[in-house]
């Protein structure tokens, strides 16, 4: 890429730039998705989100059975994750998110590395699928005899009728494990976002509450929205059991079924991507009496308050200050970091299009190197994951969003335990404590800086051309295309094989991996020698 990057464009020239392309309905439309931050005052901004993307804007956005199957069931090791449908989805969704798991030993169930489908064929639209859906269970089960089974439907399996929970219920009782079923059809709702909220609610209805046995251990929590992307979770875990804090379950990463069938029993629920998994944080409190709050364990400064948050919710003094020791002992090395890398990265430029979290969560790692984010946005967050959970009450579902179905959820007259009383509750609140609080992406962002939802590649495009971005983070789909403009990509969400780069540890290996990439010799050669001085010139060799 040529030109100066003088990071001093006004966002709202960008978005009329990028309006002024669109035909008047798409730019009427996408004018409601993008947001400039023009002041420090952002009162009374908001932010479009979760509708319908344009058809043929070419979005980053995936698909329902995505948000499903992809993203919240995928990681559970010991289910047996059946897709319904013709072998593509399966396939593209096979082993390609890099969440990890390690079972306690080589014999322990693990159906992560395999792809299990029903490969739907013509005869099955014709004629149904139903016959051949059982079929693949009773096969399944009887090759791997797994402790549950899961269904995901895809798209022609609500087209055609099949009823993928009738099967599981019969096939549930003919093989007694338990079977159930996800109604993830990918053309429901309008991104990831609705499988999330139907794979909430199945793990609900089917798995949460059947094991109650309670760990001995003093401070257990959950973690909620945490998928172990490239070992961030074992890394989480560590810390944790450092500090003396230790996890019934993990949403999902390398997780089990049995952890989610005993995680009513945990006292506090930590949620880290408030966007996919908000839903069972609701639920759990709802039913079982157990708080949630909103942590983050990306970047130095998140996870040490949010290790403080949690050590405060308990309110033992033991584990208060061990707390401390370990924020004490691990910040040495990050700040030794931060200072190296600061040198090389402060003053350059970043910005982010990932899912429904990281486009705020990450922000903080680039802070601490001294580097802004010029724009940043989301595939799928709701207005909420933008502008804080106090924008809920005005959301107007539409037409797309409103066939996912919102779970009624009652208190469990048997198990239903406050974990503090409403007085201690109080006591917590009033001293600032932030129950079932998050205030999104929308603090974050600085004036000058520009938000855009389900962004577009022509958005994209226009963006570098006019912010010229010292790094692009988004997805693979994104990653070649952005190079090619001379400008270095980073994943946020496969990290490239890297990683991981939650809490302290994470934190070094991410700044490490920006430094590079912002500072590879690479970026040099992009221009041959006689583009850049074209005083110079070749001849043929016996011209
Ligand atoms: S949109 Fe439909 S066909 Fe495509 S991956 Fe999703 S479920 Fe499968």
């Known amino acids: 890429m040529t030109g100066e990057r003088t990071h001093t464009v006004n966002p709202e020239d960008i978005k009329k730039e990028i309006l002024s392309k669109y035909p008047p309905k798409v730019a009427r439309k996408r004018g409601k998705q993008i947001t400039p931050v023009s002041s420090d005052d952002k009162e009374g901004l908001q932010v479009g989100a979760n509708v319908r993307t344009v058809p043929g804007i070419i979005t980053q956005r995936g698909c329902c059975y995505a948000g499903c199957k992809g993203v919240i069931m995928g990681p559970t090791r010991d289910i047996i994750n059946l897709t319904h449908g013709p072998i593509g989805c399966g396939f593209y969704s096979w082993l390609t998110r890099r969440n990890q798991t390690r ?48 269904i995901f439907s895809t798209c022609p399996v609500g087209l055609i009728g099949d009823d993928v929970h009738a099967v599981a219920r019969e096939m549930k009782e003919k093989l007694g494990i338990n079977i159930f079923g996800f109604s993830c059809e990918g053309y429901k709702g309008v991104s990831q976002s609705a499988g999330h909220h139907i794979a909430n609610n199945a793990i609900f209805k089917h798995v949460v509450g059947l094991n109650d046995t309670v760990m001995d251990a003093k401070f257990k929590i959950n973690l909620l929205g945490e998928y172990n992307i490239g070992g961030d979770g074992f ?18 990463g ?39 709050i909103k942590i983050s364990f990306t970047g130095p400064t998140s996870t040490a308050s949010s290790l403080r948050k949690i050590a405060a919710y308990f309110e033992d003094q033991e584990l ?38 990281r ?58 335990s406050p974990r503090k009383t409403p007085e201690q509750m109080q006591a ?22 520009l938000i855009v939802d389900d962004i577009s590649h022509h958005e994209t495009e226009t963006l570098i051309a006019m912010y010229k971005p010292d790094i692009f983070c988004a997805g693979i789909k994104e990653k070649y ?3 090619k403009h001379g400008i270095p990509m980073k994943q946020l969400h496969s990290y490239d094989t890297g990683g991981p780069y939650a809490v302290f540890k994470g934190a070094i290996n991410f700044f490490e991996e920006i430094d590079r990439m912002l500072n590879a010799n690479i970026w040099q050669y992009l221009e041959a020698p006689w583009q850049k001085d074209p005083e110079l010139s070749a001849t043929f060799v016996g011209e």
């Open 103 to 150: 079972p306690p030993s080589d014999d322990a169930d693990n159906y992560m590395t395999y792809c299990f489908s029903t490969d739907m064929k013509d005869e099955d639209i014709v004629f149904g699928g139903e016959k051949k859906l059982k079929a693949a269970i009773q096969e399944a089960y009887d090759i791997f005899k797994p402790k549950a089974i899961s």
């Open 235 to 252: 890394i989480i875990d560590e810390l944790l059991h450092k500090c003396g804090i230790d996890l019934v379950s993990t949403f999902s």
């Open 254 to 292: 390398n997780s089990t079924v049995d952890q989610f069938a005993n995680c009513h029993t945990a006292d506090l629920n930590a949620v880290m991507c408030h966007r996919s998994i908000n839903y069972v944080a609701d639920m759990l409190e709802t039913k079982y009496g157990i708080p949630w």
């Open 320 to 357: 208060i200050d061990r707390v401390e020791e370990v924020i004490a002992e691990e910040m040495i090395p990050v700040e030794a970091k931060i200072k190296d890398v600061k040198k090389r990265c402060e003053g350059k430029t970043a910005m982010m299009f990932v899912g429904g979290s």
């Open 359 to 416: 486009a705020h969560h990450y922000q903080e790692l680039f802070k601490e190197i001294g580097m802004k984010v010029l724009s940043a946005g989301y595939e799928f967050a709701h207005r909420d994951d933008y502008e804080g959970r106090h924008v809920i009450p005005d959301i107007k579902v539409d037409a797309d969003s409103r066939n996912i179905e919102e779970l009624t959820i009652e208190k469990d007259e048997n198990l239903y």
């Open 428 to 449: 917590l609140e009033e001293k600032g404590y932030p129950f079932k609080e998050y205030e999104g992406l929308l603090p974050e962002m600085t004036k000058g800086s």
């Open 481 to 483: 295309a952005v190079q």
